[in-house]
């Protein structure tokens, strides 16, 4: 069997190294089965709707707005109440514990970012400077919500496509909802990035961003002598900017997922300058323009991972390192994911990022 032969046969359980406990079975021959594929996600590319309550015009048809930018003249990104939220700001009833039983209150906010005036404009098509004031709008709201009220432990701000991704309005939007206790995920995220530094004194993202721009290897097969794999310089790097990087996670939990980091160490978004964001944005948009010309019309969702607001993170300034996921939606989970917890990924992470580095912008 030829290299190339076994690079396409790739059975592997890669172990995440930010979440150890977090594994990712990349079983490439199944992408040979007979399966449903997400169908692209039906898009309404009108520029203006006039039944739309996020259209410009119709903001009489939407909850109470809370912001808006600019705040003078014809609004490019607009801040509104969620009409449906899965979270109250006001606390309407205290904690319960009964046995085995617990419940917290559903405290905190749940917001609705309108990403553009424009109805059906898709992200890669949106330009650096709009991208660049909606990274601004994420920062100045995620820190208007942390210092209006202090119970607030963690802030996410977030985007789904596509029906399959949750996405419930044609309109670009974003959403942000405020917690009252720190996600499990980002609460492991923290506490295994803790551990890797105070064990190796380094933050295990920048490891990881060293690793990608310097780490080559020829890995051989003991009995035979054969070469098992390559690792090159590069090898999982989509796009990098002045600031920011676009990396291919090495256990990708999705076929297509990319992650974007900044450079240099900074572990909570809210410290990140109008120059840096300028730059994410430039990252960005070359990135989901890269994702749109291999898989166009996947539907997608992307958030931010922040260092929680919590007294508890205060010292973890230097070991986490924040980040932005974006994790296109091309399968649906089956029984074996949900039941074992156990992501399977059926392109090698190497040969999606060749393809996503090929494309020509």
């Known amino acids: 069997m030829s290299e190339v032969e076994e690079t396409k046969t790739t059975r592997e359980i890669r172990i995440n190294p930010i979440i150890p406990s977090e594994s990712v079975l990349v079983a490439t021959a199944r992408s040979m089965r007979p399966r449903k594929e997400e169908a692209p996600a039906p898009r309404d590319t009108r520029l203006h709707v006039d039944t739309c309550p996020f259209c410009r015009g119709n903001e009489h048809k939407t909850p109470p707005e809370i912001g808006r930018s600019p705040q003078e003249g014809d609004w490019q990104v607009r801040i509104v109440e969620n009409l449906f939220p899965v979270l109250g700001n006001e606390r309407t009833q205290p904690n319960l514990n ?19 005036a424009q109805h059906g404009i898709a992200i890669h098509e949106m330009e650096v400077s709009h991208l660049h004031r909606l990274f601004r709008t994420y920062r100045e709201r995620m820190r208007q919500i942390y210092e209006m009220d202090s119970r607030l432990k963690f802030v996410l701000a977030f985007k789904n496509f596509g029906p399959a991704a949750g996405a419930s309005m044609a309109h670009t939007h974003s959403q942000i909802i405020a917690l009252p206790i720190v996600p499990q995920n980002v609460h492991d995220e923290v506490e ?17 961003i060293d690793e990608a721009l310097t780490f080559e290897t020829t890995i051989y ?97 230097q070991s986490y390192h924040w980040h932005l996921e974006i994790c296109p939606r091309t399968s649906i989970p089956t029984g074996f994911e949900l039941g074992s917890g156990l992501f399977v990924n059926t392109i090698s992470p190497e040969e999606a990022a060749e393809q996503l580095r090929a494309v020509q912008l």
């Open 98 to 116: 009964f046995g085995l039983q617990q419940a917290i209150d559903g405290y905190g906010r749940h917001e609705v970012i309108v990403d553009h």
């Open 192 to 208: 295994n990035s803790k551990k890797y530094y105070q064990k190796h004194h380094h933050c295990i993202f920048c490891t990881l």
């Open 221 to 317: 097969e003991r009995d035979s002598g054969k070469v098992a794999r390559r690792i090159s310089v590069g090898q999982y790097v989509i796009e990098r900017g002045k600031k920011f990087i676009a990396i291919k996670p090495f256990a990708s939990r999705y076929e297509w997922e990319v992650h974007i980091l900044p450079l240099q160490h900074e572990a909570d978004y809210l410290h990140q300058n109008d120059e840096d964001l300028e730059d994410l944005a430039n990252v960005m948009q070359r990135t989901m323009k890269r994702l749109d010309a291999v898989i166009g019309g996947a539907q997608y969702n992307y958030f931010l991972h922040s260092l929680p607001h919590a007294d508890e993170f205060t010292s973890c300034q």
